[in-house]
């Protein structure tokens, strides 16, 4: 009888234990699924999102040159950059957009008499970009996925743009903001260090570029060659590409008829770039330049024995590379008469 009384309250210990937490625990795990599926669905619908530019607000705070703002006392800028026209990515938590304009970007750090505080730095800039109008696109770690998606688009050969304007884009936190404005848009990025040392900072401050290149007819060539031995062309491409732009085409229709005219004459086609960037690479993309106006003018009937391409990289250039302007002159292709 003991032995049976003993067997019946532990048989109701365990039905009672199984009764009361069973459901309790199915409740949790409900709530915790769930919660999870909300928070996917609110991810994907954030990252479907793209942006529409006439929902952000106009500033009529004026900005005329970048940086617009000054340092809070006890920083400087370490390194910078300034570019008269040029594009760097900005991610807006979905997708990279790529603003072409005037550019500015630098590496933030402390002076010597003053500590770092990260903090302190984001807060001053942070409140500074929202007084001129900024409104916040995006801020948190930028996906690698994305990052390694758009360098493989828009290869990065350009050591100043790569660590001043995206620091340790990625690895540490990043914030973008655009200033809309009836003109145009300002676009800023921070990035934070790796080390808790620094702060990248990248602006574009849109416009149109400026066409300056004119176009040399077939018979100012000939007559170029005829006095200098070479032709000096400046023709657009893709940044860091070799694919020509088709405001370019003109000029390259022009070499055309200037062969298509003198049956005899025969031309080495060579291609220059600036200092920016790595030397191999340079010599390399100057190659492939050259190379695209010898495809372009063989498909348009001129033998290929009558052409030869060249590249000669940084290693002759026009002026020195002490500004954007020389640069500019620098990256060049020339066309040199062959015998």
């Given at each position: 009888?003991k032995?049976?009384?003993l067997?019946?309250?532990?048989?109701?210990?365990?039905?009672?234990?199984?009764?009361?937490?069973?459901?309790?625990?199915?409740?949790?795990?409900?709530?915790?699924?769930?919660t999870?599926?909300?928070?996917?669905?609110?991810?994907?619908?954030?990252?479907?999102?793209?942006?529409?530019?006439?929902q952000?607000?106009?500033?009529?705070?004026?900005?005329?040159?970048?940086?617009?703002?000054?340092?809070?006392?006890?920083?400087?800028?370490?390194?910078?950059?300034?570019?008269?026209?040029?594009?760097?990515?900005?991610?807006?938590?979905?997708?990279?957009?790529?603003?072409?304009?005037?550019?500015?970007?630098?590496?933030?750090s402390?002076?010597?008499?003053?500590?770092?505080?990260?903090?302190?730095?984001?807060?001053?800039?942070?409140?500074?970009?929202k007084?001129?109008?900024?409104?916040?696109?995006?801020?948190?770690?930028?996906?690698?996925?994305?990052?390694?998606?758009?360098?493989?688009?828009?290869?990065?050969?350009d050591?100043?743009?790569?660590?001043?304007?995206?620091?340790?884009?990625?690895?540490?936190?990043?914030?973008?903001?655009?200033?809309?404005?009836?003109?145009?848009?300002?676009?800023?990025?921070?990035?934070?260090?790796?080390?808790?040392?620094?702060?990248?900072?990248?602006?574009?401050?849109?416009?149109?570029?400026?066409?300056?290149?004119?176009l040399?007819?077939?018979?100012?060539?000939k007559?170029?060659?005829?006095?200098?031995?070479?032709?000096?062309?400046y023709?657009?491409?893709?940044?860091?590409?070799?694919?020509?732009?088709?405001?370019?085409?003109?000029?390259?229709?022009?070499?055309?008829?200037?062969?298509?005219?003198?049956?005899?004459?025969?031309?080495?086609?060579?291609?220059?770039?600036?200092?920016?960037?790595?030397?191999?690479y340079?010599?390399?993309?100057?190659?492939?330049?050259?190379?695209?106006?010898?495809?372009?003018?063989?498909?348009?009937?001129?033998?290929?024995?009558?052409?030869?391409?060249?590249?000669?990289?940084?290693?002759?250039?026009?002026?020195?590379?002490?500004?954007?302007?020389?640069?500019?002159?620098?990256?060049?292709?020339?066309?040199?008469?062959?015998?």
């Amino acid at each position: 009888m003991k032995k049976f009384f003993l067997l019946a309250i532990l048989g109701l210990s365990l039905f009672s234990c199984k009764k009361d937490t069973t459901p309790e625990n199915k409740n949790n795990s409900e709530i915790e699924v769930a919660t999870e599926t909300l928070e996917q669905k609110s991810s994907n619908e954030n990252n479907s999102k793209t942006l529409d530019l006439t929902q952000i607000p106009i500033s009529t705070f004026p900005i005329t040159q970048i940086p617009f703002f000054s340092l809070p006392t006890g920083y400087k800028y370490s390194h910078e950059e300034k570019r008269n026209y040029e594009s760097i990515r900005f991610w807006t938590g979905s997708s990279f957009e790529m603003p072409e304009g005037e550019l500015f970007c630098g590496r933030i750090s402390n002076d010597k008499d003053h500590s770092y505080s990260g903090l302190e730095l984001f807060k001053n800039l942070d409140q500074i970009f929202k007084d001129a109008g900024a409104v916040t696109l995006f801020e948190g770690k930028v996906p690698q996925e994305a990052i390694t998606q758009n360098e493989e688009k828009y290869p990065i050969s350009d050591y100043g743009i790569k660590s001043n304007a995206y620091g340790f884009q990625g690895f540490a936190k990043t914030w973008t903001y655009i200033i809309r404005q009836d003109n145009q848009n300002i676009w800023l990025q921070l990035n934070e260090s790796d080390d808790n040392a620094s702060l990248h900072v990248a602006i574009i401050k849109t416009k149109a570029v400026a066409i300056t290149s004119q176009l040399i007819k077939a018979d100012e060539m000939k007559l170029s060659l005829e006095q200098n031995g070479l032709v000096t062309l400046y023709i657009n491409y893709e940044t860091n590409k070799s694919d020509i732009q088709p405001e370019a085409k003109p000029t390259l229709e022009e070499i055309f008829k200037l062969l298509k005219e003198n049956p005899s004459l025969k031309l080495s086609i060579e291609g220059h770039t600036d200092n920016s960037g790595d030397k191999k690479y340079n010599f390399e993309l100057s190659e492939a330049r050259a190379k695209s106006i010898v495809a372009y003018l063989t498909q348009r009937g001129i033998s290929s024995e009558r052409l030869q391409s060249k590249g000669y990289g940084d290693t002759k250039p026009l002026q020195e590379n002490t500004s954007e302007d020389n640069k500019a002159l620098n990256r060049r292709v020339e066309l040199r008469k062959i015998g």
